[in-house]
């Protein structure tokens, strides 16, 4: 069982950067792949970006590619996402999940944290 915790959300202006982290309970943290997914109001939720479980491996969606970064440390038991250069259609709640392997689909996590509020105005 993997419990996950995300924070750093909060609201900026389009142009700024946030750090979002997702903390992790549980000493299997490690062998675990982790993503970021999003939802907005009104829209399915959708992949951001994935890291393997060593960290050397990561995926990104098209919208978010050379923005943002995602990384662990597996000491840490922490994934992170660094969002550089916001824009407003990033504006959505930002969730982290664990799973086997991976990849771009939510079907493939099997732990999901509670969210954080991502807000980017114009």
């Known amino acids: 069982q993997v419990q996950l915790v995300e924070s750093g959300g909060g609201l900026v202006q389009a142009g700024g950067s946030l750090r979002l982290s997702c903390a992790a309970s549980?000493?299997?943290?490690?062998?675990?792949?982790m993503g970021w997914f999003r939802q907005a109001p009104g829209k399915e939720r959708e992949f951001v970006a994935a890291?393997?479980?060593?960290?050397?491996?990561?995926y990104y969606a098209d919208s978010v590619k050379g923005r943002f970064t995602i990384s662990r440390d597996n000491a840490k038991n922490t994934v992170y996402l660094q969002m550089n250069s916001l824009k407003p259609e990033d504006t959505a709640v930002y969730y982290c999940?664990?799973?086997?392997?991976?990849?771009?689909?939510?079907?493939?996590?099997?732990?999901w944290g509670q969210g954080t509020q991502v807000t980017v105005s114009s």
């Open positions: 999940a664990a799973g086997p392997l991976p990849g771009s689909s939510w079907s493939m996590y099997f732990y």
């Open positions: 549980g000493r299997t943290f490690s062998s675990y792949a």
């Open positions: 890291i393997s479980w060593s960290g050397g491996s990561t």
